[in-house]
């Protein structure tokens, strides 16, 4: 017997219709134009927690790869440095990652960006978002030096990595060796720290290590740090923010060291994206930038226990 019914009930799909005409109301109201940008695109990015799916586009009798795009960020910073102004999506994106209750291949991301917002500015913004959608409790705010400080009793910005290394092995069951301070902090946080955190908060000032694309500044104890956020709910990830980096040469370095580093953990190297330097050279605004997991939203909304139960047909139904 075949299994050709969706994997969401009709229900929650009149649910996920509902909050996409929220999210689009939300933005209308405050004259953020919609955008759209193509899903493939001719190159991806190198970050190592990353993997793309490649494409095979055939043109003639010649062909060259492709790759589904794991979120719309590089096409729409190139928007924002042809002068869009303030933008936003709501996007499909692809990742080559395990299956799981959380995760699908194909998922949907809300991402926008706002001209001359603070990181504060646009934590606030999404904080008023997440209420109207979800009607939730006010989102509480917290730097990652303190929610490890409150949980671990550690400072994630000076600890040594033989003291992280030696830390995970009694927080966590490892049999990984070599692994980064990045690897050990993000281990952590997921089975450490995040299922003791509040019902809904956001997490900012990142090691400047897991920097990605957002800019770097010094804290308030003059550490540097990446102007980063992420938001949590019920002890799941939500969303991602940067107050991004505009420097071309620093993007560029970026990408090097972390080609250099899939290179030595035998991962497809990837070059960067030349479109997105170019767009950096030519000026990129000063803007602050967010992901949202809507397909993650719309689980806490309708209290699934798969990503499933909220998509159409997920990957195991397609």
């Known amino acids: 017997m075949v299994d050709w019914k969706p994997s969401a009930s009709l229900q929650n799909l009149q649910r996920r219709a509902d909050v996409l005409a929220k999210i689009r109301r939300f933005f209308s109201e405050r004259d953020v134009l919609e955008v759209e940008t193509p899903l493939l695109s001719s190159s991806t990015v190198p970050d190592v927690y990353i993997e793309s799916i490649a494409a095979e586009v055939k043109d003639g009798s010649t062909s060259h790869q492709n790759f589904l795009q794991t979120s719309p960020e590089f096409f729409m910073k190139r928007l924002l440095a042809s002068g869009s102004g303030s933008i936003y999506q709501i996007a499909k994106a692809f990742r080559q990652e395990e299956k799981g209750a959380r995760h699908n291949i194909e998922f949907t991301l809300l991402e926008w960006y706002r001209v001359s917002y603070s990181l504060d500015q646009l934590m606030t913004e999404l904080e008023q978002l997440v209420q109207e959608l979800l009607d939730c409790e006010p989102v509480l705010r917290f730097t990652y030096r303190q929610i490890f400080q409150q949980h671990l009793q550690i400072d994630p910005h000076e600890i040594t990595l033989e003291e992280l290394r030696d830390l995970t092995r009694k927080e966590v069951d490892l049999s990984a060796r070599d692994l980064s301070k990045t690897d050990y902090l993000q281990l952590l946080l997921s089975h450490s720290i995040e299922p003791q955190l509040p019902s809904f908060c956001i997490v900012y000032d990142y090691p400047k290590e897991q920097a990605a694309l957002a800019s770097l500044a010094k804290d308030a104890q003059g550490i540097v740090v990446a102007k980063r956020f992420e938001l949590f709910g019920h002890g799941m ?80 139904h397609i």
């Open 237 to 316: 990830e939500l969303a991602n923010g940067y107050f991004e980096l505009s420097n071309a040469s620093e993007q560029r370095a970026r990408f090097d060291a972390d080609n250099a580093t899939r290179k030595e953990k035998g991962l497809q190297v990837h070059a960067a994206d030349e479109k997105l330097i170019a767009a950096l050279e030519s000026g990129l605004p000063s803007c602050s930038g967010v992901a949202v997991g809507v397909d993650r939203l719309l689980m806490l909304l309708v209290e699934a226990k798969n990503i499933g139960e909220v998509i159409s047909f997920d990957s195991d």
